[in-house]
């Protein structure tokens, strides 16, 4: 009797967590080795060995990171960068004086304040609209003058949901690409471009890298032509290229990619219902929940769950969200998002006077811990402020 085979094309999950079957072929090593070398020796006809040159173009452990992204993503071609703002100002840097942005209202802020410099200083129109509007796009968008369309989804800290099927056809109709930030729904949940998006955007630092000890950003393209060629070049000379040890970092946080979101997914479910009716909570924003305005779309383009993200808006003036957040004892007062442990975070003081993000507003950003010990901690903190 013949062995049968598996024939079966693996899963992203499978391929993530063996890092793309990597085996050293000399060693028999499973994990891959750093390469932290800055420059790379020519041959006897004084050609490049492989592809590599010079360190500040990439080289074998970012190009690794950049090959398990792109097979996440469905892309063409990934570039990684130092940070998410490293890959967005790469990103802005490819615009012309003249062209035009659409942008949301309420986006992550420091992309926002880079395109605001940027459109200042190199006259690029800008038009900023309401995520939560299914229409905003759309309306925002000029024929012929546009070059980017800009989603975020889900969207920091209300986790309004883009459709994305419909942003890109918006997008594409007025002779846009459409470029969308996928920081809150990595891969393992959401693939921006088999939905139509020309790049999808990840800041690396958040649920890729998951254990809060790098920082990186990831554009995954769907075409591998003169955008991605600009890009790797733009990256080159602004030298934002990723370093090769975060790159190595990556690599081992994006192994267990799926079981963290698995775990943070299930904890930020659990804790969504345990807030839901708690007297000190007016409302509880998680597309997860089905009065969450988003939820449909979010159920049908997130197939691999909701995520860790969602905000308590808590009730009174915005003192008693303030104090929660001071009196947790499991989760940690601290910003950024994705990571193993839970964070909270009160943005409306982080982001000052001129945020528009009510006061009564807590984000959090649940990890991979016990739920019963972050309900808890949540619990005690709330009544302890109220
Ligand atoms: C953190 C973040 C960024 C910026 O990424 P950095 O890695 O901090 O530079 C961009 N967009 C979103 C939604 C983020 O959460």
New binding site residues.
């Given amino acids: 009797m013949t062995q049968s085979r598996r024939n079966a094309p693996l899963s992203p999950a499978t391929r993530a967590a063996q890092a793309l079957r990597h085996i050293d072929p000399v060693t028999g090593s499973v994990t891959p080795a750093i390469d932290l070398s800055s420059t790379f020796a020519r041959d006897a006809d004084y050609a490049p060995r492989q592809r590599y040159i010079y360190g500040r173009d990439g080289g074998p452990t970012v190009e690794h990171a950049e090959a398990v992204i792109a097979d996440l993503d469905g892309a063409a071609r990934t570039l990684l960068f130092a ?4 890959a ?1 100002a790469a990103m802005l840097e490819t615009l012309r004086a003249g062209d035009h942005v659409a942008a949301p209202r309420v ?2 802020h ?2 926002q304040t880079w395109l605001h410099r940027v459109a200042e200083r190199r006259g690029i129109e800008v038009t900023f609209y309401d995520q939560a509007d299914p229409e905003g796009p759309k309306a925002a968008l000029r024929a012929g003058q546009s070059r980017i369309l800009w989603i ?1 989804t889900p969207a ?1 800290p209300n986790w309004d949901i883009v459709d994305i099927e419909a942003a890109a056809k918006a997008a594409h109709d007025a002779g846009a690409l459409l470029f969308a ?1 996928c ?2 729904a990595p891969p393992c949940t959401l693939q921006a471009l088999r939905l139509g998006a020309d790049v999808a ?1 990840h ?4 649920y890729m890298g998951g254990h809060s000890d790098l ?3 990831a554009l995954s393209l769907a075409v591998d032509g003169d955008l991605a060629a600009e890009l790797r070049q733009v990256r080159s000379l602004m030298g934002s290229v990723i370093a090769a040890f975060e790159a190595w970092l990556l690599i081992r946080g994006l192994r267990t990619l799926f079981l963290r979101w698995e775990k943070a997914s299930s904890n930020a479910m659990a804790i969504a219902h345990a807030m839901v009716g708690h007297p000190n909570v007016a409302q509880v924003l998680y597309p997860g929940l089905p009065d969450h305005p988003g939820h449909a779309i979010a159920r049908a383009q997130m197939q691999g769950g909701f995520g860790g993200m969602l905000s308590l808006m808590v009730t009174g003036d915005g003192s008693i969200a303030r104090d929660v957040a001071r009196f947790t004892e499991v989760f940690i007062p601290a910003t ?2 994705g990571g193993v442990e839970s964070l909270i975070e009160h943005r409306k003081a982080v982001e000052g006077p001129y945020s528009i993000v009510p006061p009564q507003l807590l984000r959090l950003s649940v990890g991979i811990e016990d739920a019963a010990d972050l309900i808890a901690d949540l619990t005690q903190a709330l009544e302890r402020a109220g």
């Fill in positions: 940070s998410g703002m490293a967005i986006m992550y420091g992309g975020e920091n930030d920081t809150a955007f800041s690396a630092t958040k920082t990186a950003g950024s998002l």
